[in-house]
Structure formats: structure tokens, C-alpha cells
């Protein structure tokens, strides 16, 4: 019965949108512009692009699997600081972005609004950042393409060994209709790849990211926030010291 259940309502556990009106008006002290990116399947995805002074480039940000980006472009301040522009996007069912957030179609619209952010940069001035469950997505992005840097904030290994940390005794397998096997995208990135992980992570372990580093070591560093969690990060000052030292060496 276990096994039933998380395979027909598995996508409330991974995904917890809040839906924004589509007449809502975002509010921001920074000058920013909204894009309505039309999909092929008639759906379109909300997205807001920050624009900062003198821009050295644009940061493409794919956040987690919570909220919307009302919320979640509150991370923007650390790269409009650095000189950065701040891209930031509602997955499928999320915000004002239609559809619904299958794999599938994630894959679809991730991949349409790297596409439009390449109409807008060249690809030597693109980073992205990829947070919590939209490590995968991102991963799968650089994979496919070109970007300048590739950074990471708790990622996992994969979806199905996230959810086998989780349920190890469920046939997942046979289940899971997700897969994102951030590992295996991994191997086409050919781009320098950047990893923030906290070390008291209980939500995606640490040990997923030491993982990472000990199958990938020439194309990742990782930096070890010492007792940070899985929504704490911007709470250190070391996390926004690296992390600004980072985009200063992309100078």
C-alpha cells in the first residue's frame, strides 16, 4: 500500500509550489524586467531578470522545489554585489508558470529558458547555480551546453538515491517516476563545477556531494560549509565570502 501511495502522489513529495495570481505584481528595490518564455507545448514559465550596474555577465538560477521565485530571489543580492545580473524562473506549476511539474516537462522548460537567456548572454558569461532539488535540473542544462561555470548548493546524487535514503525499503525502482541522475549528467559538463554543501545537511546528506567529489575530482571543488544545514547556507559568512571570491576570479 506504501509503495501504491508514493507512486501516484510522489510529486507532492518532491515538489510543494506555492501558485501566484496572474495579474500579481512583483515589488523590487533593484530594476528588474518580468518574461512570459512560451514553451511548445502552449504552456509559458514566469521569470524575472535582475539587472545590476555594468554587468560582468548573469547568474541563471534554479532554485528549489518549494515557493516561488517572490520568495526565492531574495539570493539574488550576493551576485548583483559581484556585478552580475540574477536570471531566476517559476518551474511548470509554480508562481505564474502554467503546466505541470512532470519531468518531462521540466526538462522541456529548463531547457527553453536556457535558450532565452542565450539570446540575452553569450554563453562565456553565463553561470549557472543550481540549489537543492534544482541541482539536478541545472546539471542536466550545463550537460547540454556551454556556460561558463557551474555552481551547486546541496545537491544530490540522484533523485532515486535521495528517495532510497529516504524509503530504503520500498522497490523504488519500480516506482519512481523521477529519475535525474545528476551523476551521470555530470560526465558531459565540461565546464568548472563549484559545490556548496553544509555538513550537518539532514535533508540531502553531505555524503552525497563528498560522493560526487570522489567520482568527479578534477571537475569539482567542493567547499565544506562546517556545520551548515539545508537552509541555512546563506546564513555564514564563509558561504558569502567563497562565494563572492569565486565570482571575482570569473573577472
Not at 67 to 78: A, L, P
Not at 115 to 122: H, S
Request: charged share 25%; hydrophobic share 35%.
Amino acid at each position: 500500500m506504501t509503495a501504491i501511495l508514493l507512486y501516484f502522489f510522489q510529486n507532492y513529495f518532491f515538489y510543494h509550489p506555492e501558485r501566484l495570481p496572474k495579474n500579481f505584481r512583483f515589488v523590487y528595490p533593484e530594476k528588474f524586467e518580468e518574461f512570459e518564455i512560451r514553451v511548445p507545448n502552449g504552456s509559458y514559465i514566469d521569470a524575472l531578470l535582475f539587472k545590476g550596474r555594468n554587468s560582468k555577465g548573469v547568474v541563471l538560477y534554479f532554485k528549489g522545489n518549494t515557493r516561488s521565485i517572490k520568495g526565492w530571489s531574495k539570493f539574488r543580492t550576493d551576485f548583483l554585489n559581484s556585478g552580475y545580473d540574477f536570471f531566476i524562473f517559476d518551474y511548470p506549476g509554480f508562481g505564474k508558470s502554467t503546466g505541470h511539474p512532470t519531468e518531462t516537462e521540466i526538462f522541456h522548460n529548463t531547457e527553453a529558458v536556457y535558450e532565452k537567456v542565450k539570446e540575452l548572454y553569450p554563453e562565456d558569461r553565463i553561470i549557472i547555480y543550481g540549489r537543492s532539488l534544482g541541482s539536478g535540473f541545472a546539471t542536466r542544462i550545463a550537460s547540454l551546453n556551454n556556460p561558463r561555470l557551474l555552481i551547486l548548493d546541496s545537491p544530490f546524487y540522484s533523485l532515486k538515491k535521495l528517495a532510497k535514503y529516504y524509503s530504503w525499503i520500498l522497490p523504488l525502482k519500480m516506482i519512481l517516476k523521477f529519475n535525474v541522475p545528476l551523476n551521470e549528467y555530470i560526465k558531459d559538463v565540461s565546464c568548472p563545477i563549484i559545490i556548496f554543501h553544509g555538513n550537518r545537511d539532514r535533508i540531502i546528506p553531505y555524503k552525497f556531494s563528498k560522493q560526487l567529489k570522489s567520482e568527479f575530482p578534477e571537475k569539482i571543488k567542493l567547499l565544506t560549509i562546517n556545520g551548515g544545514k539545508h537552509n541555512n547556507l546563506p546564513l555564514f559568512d564563509e558561504y558569502h565570502l567563497q562565494l563572492n571570491e569565486i565570482l571575482k576570479l570569473l573577472l
